[in-house]
């Protein structure tokens, strides 16, 4: 491994003057792409949503041009010495893998073994060989101990370890993983990243991780790659890449909070990327000196309770139990975040709220409505509910007729309807695409379509459900910020489902923590991430929040980067 | 005579209520409870079940359905069609369902029989133009005429319900062991024995490798698709889209329900299509990229070699294949129009 020097060896991977264009299409996607890897590097590629960073992946690993045929290619992409475009594909899977962001699209068997053993038994090797990889891959990737289980039975972070055992039996001497933890909660990332970096250390492999979550992954880098535009703009060693934060925040790349604050603190030649180097940094600088006692927000007048739920329980008709008793009262203008590992209830709580589900035993009252006996048409003109995934609730042919859909069935006039299209349109950025087809807009911009849809109906309740789930910071940004002012300028009351920690201390004002069907927790988001006890529901809270609590103590929890820097500076830092 | 029109009216409708609500109706209902139940659902889930039935191997499990249910087919005599379906019997026996299994099976079954008894039982032998019947029958119940036009038929006979017994016992034999095979066989078992059905070394004779894949992605698949189309649904409903059924008898509600359900499934297809196709492509991408069809002969990590108790079991099997062959050979027992 070479770290920081210049290498005289041959590289794993080296991509000179790459340049791509899809089958008709005119953009160019990348622009000169140059690279170079050495065996052994654990690379970090980010950059936000369709800056190229997928398309190089499946250039690397020759999916391009071999079965994209029609594109224009030029450059040259050498793997391991070797031109990916003079072997054919399946020689150049033994050379780079590829374990993409969805587990449910890469398993082809139905139990892991046998999954695991696909790529082995295409290539005919012998049986001993395949036996041989595929006990060591499920080994590394932490599947062995559930090796006969079927696919379907597994979690979502145990189908991501599996499909990547399958990447391992291959033996590649780089692998390239595509945001592999965007689709699983954060126990599921936990474990997937670890397999990651344990993969990269035992087995020497090249490891390009394509991820927009630097905060957790910074660490196992050698070197950050930030693309943009389809060129590389920054490629150094982290420390060192940080140094050009702004870089990264204009890109609607998150980098990780212990380096935005020592950034902004007015950056080092060498900017801490993880808790322990972050401790270090600041602590020579405010060592022994006292902090004042955060000014803890007002708590928020609450106005009339608009949500209630009583010893609510909901048991699914195959049996499983998904609520156990919960009360809950949220008021009218509040800013909620609702968490908890899948399978905790969340869904099943909120889909309730707007009358999708009924609640087995107890009463959920909206706007004292009882859902159990009030018509769902009538409780969705209270409450909006945006689902995760964009493609499931667009269905018309044009954007204008994805806005007026909701109100029109509500019986709105078409007058009221129109003025409401060109406000949604308006608050979500969307003037432009008023005529486009819905499927034709990007990923993000489908995701605030959807959100429209649900705002044109007049909600005074919205529910967010995992609004951040697998969009770059940028977009979350974005999508959050809506809501906050929906929030704070109109009093809608917002209820978001999400996973993501540093979401919920920047955006809510409450925080309700769901574990196996009961509510363990209800209250502010700076009391659960001063809280010790988090950690046995495997939540972590932001880094910004650990950095303030290993400084400081725990009774001076910060929330955001920015109130960090605010007592950094009321402390008054030695120099 | 006013009496009499009464009375025959009263037996229309009695028979009518009879024999074409209430009779199929039952079935109807049990079916439905059992789909309400999800009974259904998990029927055809495969369940770990340490029995001698479901440790025989996946070949020998297939080559008895095909046994049984090709004997079923061609051979004509009600006791040996009586032995094959004891021998079907025994066999469910030995998987040791549970009872959720067994009452889903019996309700899957039990429309076979009934149905073949009834309608054999009006038809056999009888000519509807003439409404004569062409064979010497005992009739043992009368229905109204009127329903000859609706039924084919309206007198019950003994022997008609005799033959409908007997033809219902080759389809119970056919579905019964089928049924057997895809609920006590584990899917990849099942398709890993369908695939190499005969195999030694690079020699193999069975389903292509592409089509029990396609199977298998299909299998994977189904749960998810109705995933997404429950998702499709909820989004529809809370945009107000109604898609309950509406209590009222009003024409014009109906008409209306009608509308909104065809609207409902003509916005369910286009994101459950792209969301099928996007999956489909990120399939194709990743089974590309793990060498899927780079060798003409791939190899299989786990081939299951017959144990004693399979060897035991398939030559049982084929001798009985070879006897009944022969029984009907001989033609002592061939259905009609059979060519051997």
């Known amino acids: 491994m070479v770290k920081g020097g210049v290498s005289v060896s041959r590289p794993v991977l080296e991509i000179e003057d790459l340049w791509y264009k899809y089958p008709y299409t005119d953009k160019w996607v990348l622009k000169g792409i140059n690279l170079r890897v050495e065996k052994g590097e654990f690379i970090v590629l980010t950059g936000r949503s369709g800056c190229g960073k997928s398309t190089l992946a499946l250039t690397i690993c020759g999916y391009i041009p071999h079965v994209i045929e029609k594109g224009v290619l030029k450059g040259r992409v050498t793997v391991d010495g070797v031109d990916t475009r003079s072997k054919p594909l399946h020689q150049l899977t033994q050379m780079v893998g590829v374990v993409l962001q969805n587990p449910e699209d890469q398993l082809f068997a ?45 979690s979502g972070g145990q189908k991501q370890r599996t499909a990547i055992a ?52 910074s660490k196992y880098a050698d070197r950050i790659i930030l693309m943009e535009d389809g060129e590389i703009l920054i490629d150094d060693e982290p420390h060192k890449a940080y140094r050009e934060l702004d870089k990264f925040l204009d890109r609607g790349v998150r980098p990780p909070q212990v380096s935005e604050a020592a950034y902004k603190y007015g950056g080092d030649t060498r900017i801490p990327i993880t808790l322990d180097e972050g401790v270090e940094f600041f602590q020579d600088r405010v060592n022994g000196l006292k902090p004042p006692s955060i000014e803890t927000e007002e708590s928020i007048t609450r106005g009339d309770v608009v949500i209630e739920a009583r010893d609510v329980w909901h048991t699914y008709p195959n049996g499983v139990t998904a ?98 299209v060109e406000e949604a349109l308006k608050i979500l950025g969307l003037e432009e695409f008023r005529e486009r087809h819905p499927q034709s807009l990007s990923r993000g911009q489908r995701r605030r379509l959807a959100v429209a849809t649900i705002l044109t ?102 929330l955001s980067v920015e109130e960090f820097l605010n007592i950094i500076q009321r402390v008054g830092v030695r120099e | 005579m006013a009496i009499d029109t009464f009375i025959d009216i009263a037996k229309f409708i009695f028979d009518f209520t009879i024999f074409f609500v209430i009779g199929p109706g039952i079935i109807i209902l049990l079916i439905y409870r059992l789909l309400l139940r999800g009974a259904l659902r998990r029927f055809f889930l495969y369940e770990d079940n340490n029995s001698f039935f479901h440790r025989l191997d996946p070949r020998v499990k297939i080559f008895w359905t095909f046994t049984v249910t090709l004997l079923a087919s061609i051979l004509d005599d009600l006791l040996t069609l009586l032995a094959l379906f004891i021998w ?29 008894i009834f309608y054999q039982g009006i038809r056999y032998g009888y000519d509807w133009w003439s409404q004569t019947f062409i064979y010497d029958v005992t009739p043992i119940y009368e229905m109204h005429p009127a329903l000859d036009y609706i039924l084919g038929g309206h007198i019950l006979t003994i022997e008609g319900m005799y033959y409908g017994a007997f033809q219902s016992l080759r389809i119970l034999v056919a579905a019964g062991s089928g049924l057997l095979l895809a609920t006590s066989t584990a899917p990849n078992a099942l398709l890993l024995g369908l695939t190499n059905f ?143």
């Open chain 2, 198 to 340: 005969i195999k030694r070394r690079s020699f193999r004779i069975g389903v292509p490798y592409v089509i029990s894949f396609a199977v298998v992605i299909g299998i994977r698949l189904i749960p998810t698709m109705f995933e997404d189309a429950n998702i499709i649904i909820n989004a529809a409903k809370v945009r107000g889209l109604s898609i309950k059924v509406p209590r009222s008898r009003n024409p014009s509600e109906l008409l209306k329900a009608l509308r909104n359900a065809i609207k409902v499934f003509r916005h369910m297809t286009v994101p459950l299509i792209l969301s099928s196709l996007r999956r489909g492509s990120n399939i194709s991408i990743a089974a590309d990229l793990r060498a899927f069809r780079a060798k003409p002969n791939r190899t299989y990590l786990i081939e299951s070699r017959l144990s004693v108790v399979d060897w035991i079991y398939l030559l049982i099997t084929i001798a009985v294949f070879i006897f009944g062959w022969y029984l009907a050979y001989i033609g002592f027992a061939a259905t009609p129009g059979i060519i051997l």
């Open chain 1, 110 to 154: 139905l139990t892991v073994e046998q999954d695991v053993a696909f790529g082995p038994e295409n290539l005919a090797m012998p049986k001993d060989e395949v036996r041989r990889r595929v006990d060591q891959a499920m080994k590394d990737a932490g599947v062995y101990e559930i090796r006969d289980r079927p696919i379907f039975s597994l």
């Open chain 2, 88 to 116: 079907v019997v025994i066999m469910w026996g030995t998987a040791k369902p549970n009872r959720d299994k067994l009452a889903t099976v019996t309700v899957l079954l039990l429309p076979i029989p009934l149905n073949s």
């Open chain 1, 457 to 558: 109906m007049e909600p005074k309740i919205l529910i967010l459900d995992e609004p951040t789930t697998g969009q770059d910071w940028g977009h979350s940004v974005k999508l959050m910020e809506i809501a906050r002012r929906l929030n704070r300028e109109r009093g809608v009351t917002i209820l978001f489902i999400t996973h993501d920690m540093r979401i919920v201390a920047e955006y809510a004002d409450r925080v309700i923590l769901l574990h196996e069907g009961e509510k363990v927790f209800d209250g502010s988001p700076r009391e659960i991430f001063s809280s010790r006890w988090i950690y046995q529901y495997n939540i972590l809270p932001p880094y910004i929040s650990q950095l303030s609590q290993r400084l400081f103590g725990e009774e001076n929890t910060v």
């Open chain 1, 323 to 420: 609520l156990k008793g919960v009360d809950l009262e949220i008021s009218e203008g509040e800013m909620v975040a609702l968490i908890g590992k899948n399978g905790s209830g969340k869904s099943t709580l909120s889909q309730m709220m707007v009358g999708l589900l009924k609640p087995t035993r107890g009463i959920v009252k909206i706007y004292g409505h009882d859902v159990r006996t009030t018509p769902m048409e009538e409780i969705i003109r209270y409450v909006g509910y945006v689902f995760q995934n964009p493609d499931h609730q667009l269905f018309t042919n044009t954007v204008l007729d994805e806005l007026s859909f909701g109100p029109r069935n509500l019986g709105i006039d078409e007058d009221e309807v129109g003025r409401r």
């Open chain 1, 166 to 217: 399958g990447i391992l039996a291959m033996e590649p001497s780089i692998i390239i993983f595509d945001e592999p933890t965007s689709d699983l909660d954060p126990q599921g990332a936990y474990s997937v990243l670890n397999v990651i970096s344990d993969i990269q250390r035992r087995r020497d492999v090249t490891v390009i991780l394509i991820e927009h979550r630097l905060d957790e992954v």
